[in-house]
């Protein structure tokens, strides 16, 4: 009997508890909390992604002579002082680094209702319900 890759259980580690409402309940749960999880990462990557454009810009213009520079907002381009660039990018590491807190705090959260909803599910159905990643 092939060990280890978790789709076939020794009979001693079979388990014939029912599955009740509230567990399936707790299921859909951890489902949901793994989906949103994946999301969090992926939006924490990529906000941490931007501020390192954003960082690596306000270096830019720190090593700037004084010109106008040309400040990108979304698809529009104006033409801004070196100060007002700055200023810009200052608030917008402020406020992408306030949104990256938030996801860290929900990603914690989320982490922590998940092991609690582990201990309850494996409790209940030991080695037969498989809720660790690969």
């Known amino acids: 009997m092939p060990e280890g890759n978790g789709m ?8 014939d508890a029912e599955v009740r409402r509230e567990d ?5 749960e951890f489902g949901r909390l ?16 931007l501020l390192e454009k954003i960082d690596d ?10 010109d106008r520079v040309m400040l990108r907002l979304g698809e529009a381009m ?7 660039a700055t200023e810009f ?4 590491v402020e406020r992408h680094q306030e949104t990256v807190d938030k996801l ?18 494996y409790g ?7 809720l660790e990643e690969k």
Not at 34 to 49: C, D, G, M, P, Q
Not at 57 to 66: D, I, P, Y
Request: glycine share 4%.
């Open 57 to 66: 810009a306000s270096t830019e213009l720190m090593m700037g002579n004084g």
């Open 89 to 92: 990018c200052e608030a917008e």
């Open 8 to 15: 076939i259980l020794a009979k001693e580690e079979e388990n």
């Open 104 to 121: 860290s705090e929900e990603e914690s959260e989320i982490l922590e209702r998940q092991a609690e909803l582990k201990k309850i599910l």
């Open 124 to 130: 209940r159905f030991g080695k037969s319900i498989n």
């Open 78 to 84: 104006f033409e801004a002082t070196e100060d007002e």
């Open 24 to 28: 399936q309940d707790k299921i859909n």
């Open 34 to 49: 793994n989906a949103r999880l994946y999301e969090v990462r992926e939006e924490i990557s990529s906000l941490k992604k």
